[in-house]
């Protein structure tokens, strides 16, 4: 049992307020949230939170962790040059050895910025589910085939074999995109979605060009398709959602499917901006995610929530444009609940103890007028003092507990790209 | 002396390299860079360096650093509500005592993020000045007048007073915008600054109504009714220039005007994406700044640089607009440049020790393969492990060394808050 006292918590429940108190967790779970207590369990730690914030842990609803490797090898090139000539040839060369290597280089970014579960797109999963249990922290893969009905079978297999591996793994029916696979994929998928009772996620709308030329191939727009073929009888969500019209948005709210928003990707690689404010208005489910770090360039939720937050300022030209609490939502609350993880969405006595401590005496984060607004508008990562994933502490002060050190992460990940890149 | 050994150095000279090496101090100023000596003289302090990176200081050529009391304390409203109702009227109780207390509250916040000098334009210059000696930081003051031609005997009287008053200390004649003042007020400061052979800054452009009303009141656009004044026989610069047309650039180009853009406000408070493409590709001079913390809301040069760079890529739709090493060079060379500060723009020998040094072992600086890139797309704040000013370290590893405790500072500040908020 660990006791954190003199704290803020922000459970994240509605409507938002900042209390003072004290949590205690009890193995990998919240056993108590409120007032000091006359008398006290015997606490295995307790720790003086001195008045920094509690709250749920980021969730990073969609990734490709182990890009971490190609991080700043090709910048300011055009899209297409990245991807055909800086980042397949590249892909090309991994092991699954390698996967694990940089999965893991990936990980001591989350937890650094506070973020405890991933929802997890690459090759070589089994290499991510290992990087992630030897953590501590949670995955989430998505099922990432391309091509044609045929692959249907190897994305069912490592369903079954990963949906109830760990429990703190996880695993969601999905395919790349649209465009990089054809219909007969999409209608097996529809198949093996509905006989499971499963969401399904995919890349969705990321660019105009892939929009449009779903539109060309199929009558429809990428969304109004796949909703078409029944891809979505159990819900699932798309990744980027950039160039959704209303009908699209009227898809997701039909089906309840989640809208998971990249904002730095798409602001790097010159994708667009979402309609994150339509979106809200509509009251559609909104998560977030980092995209790979060679797109984003870091796994950082602070710059997500702050792109998020002040693109669609730009984009509607608005200074009130979205409320800044309604991207903290999307980045913890949200993303838990787009991957499933249901049981580490808020803070409340019964659910898992994936939380952070902010420092809300850093000079950033003051005056303290508005917290969840500070957390959007001048947070940052440095405010990050404490990450716990299912009641283990992972990250404290700039030192982890992951199991190995950064330095042996860092020195096997240098030899790694010198012969990849090379 | 101090010894910074196993480095490595960007010195931000043309073209950027990264070398290994060492770096000497001797007072305030660069001794040595190069390879080490087999013969080292006495140091005061030699520091390992371990492999990180040293490069300038950031300089921060636009801010209201004493806002930081009004942060976050009114989010997501539109800007006249914001302006009329959230910051004027507490604005207006400020003393010169609260001023000096909330600068001092933004220099923690300056040192931490790497920034040693910035250019501000406030009330109570007299408390900005101490705060900025007492810190050891530097601190450029800009005029702010507003109003008519009487206002600017009160803006030479400041000019004589602060421009020569310490080494550390500098003064620029600025006013606050064309949309504030008169054209009695534009023509006397237009003398002034020709008599004192000075460079004038304001702020220009930020907004599409104030640039429009410029158009409707005189005919012509801030920068071209303000060149036609003769104000910028001697340099200077704009604060924004969001709205500017290539009219507007060609100005600025005649003139050796430099263009300061503050990409996060901007964002913030929806005013625009300022061209910095245009900017680059025309060769104006390029500097950064964060405004003020109430409209931004942080004093990070790693956000505005980011911003700086991803924005381009949307305004333009291209994921090749803008190398990110040129929103490095503004934050760091032009910005310095911009407020005067011509012997704290690159690391060389003879040149004033102004430099912080960067982690490269975080993992969001891994893997390294282009540096400058990395500073801007994936870098942030929590990398800054060294800030050192005039030769002087004032910041190392989350501790500061400014003759004043950060608790001091926050039990002061939280204090004014109270009383000037209730």
Redesign the interface.
Known sequence: MIRFYNAKILTMEEPLTVRDGELWTDGDTISYIGETHAELPQFEREINADGNLLMPSFKNAHTHSAM??L???A?????QT?LFEKVFPYEDRLTAEDVYAFDR??I??YL?AGTTAFFDMYFYPDSTVQAAIESGMRAVLCGSINGSAKDVERLNAQFQKFRHIHPRIGYRLGFHAEYTSDESLHRELARLAQAEKEPVFTHISETKAEHDGCIERHGASPAQYLESLGLWEYGGGGFHCVWFDQADRAVFQRRGLWFITCP?SN????S??APLKECLAEGLLLAVGTDG?AS?????PF?EM??GA??Q??R?????????ASVLRAATVGSARAMGLTDCDVLAQGKQADLIMIDL????M?????IP??LV??G???NVKLTMCAGKILYENGEYFIGVS??EI?KD??QR?ARL?Q
């Open positions: 971490t490797f991080r700043s090898f910048e300011d090139v055009p899209l990245w280089l990936a001591l970014e650094a730095c602001a790097k690689l010159a667009g901006i770090p984003n360039n870091a796994l950082d710059k702050y792109l002040v693109l300022k730009l509607n030209m608005d200074a009130a444009a979205i409320p800044a005496h850093a000079a950033n003051q005056p303290a007028h508005h607004e500070s508008l001048s940052d990562r440095s950064p330095e860092l990940t240098a790209i890149t």
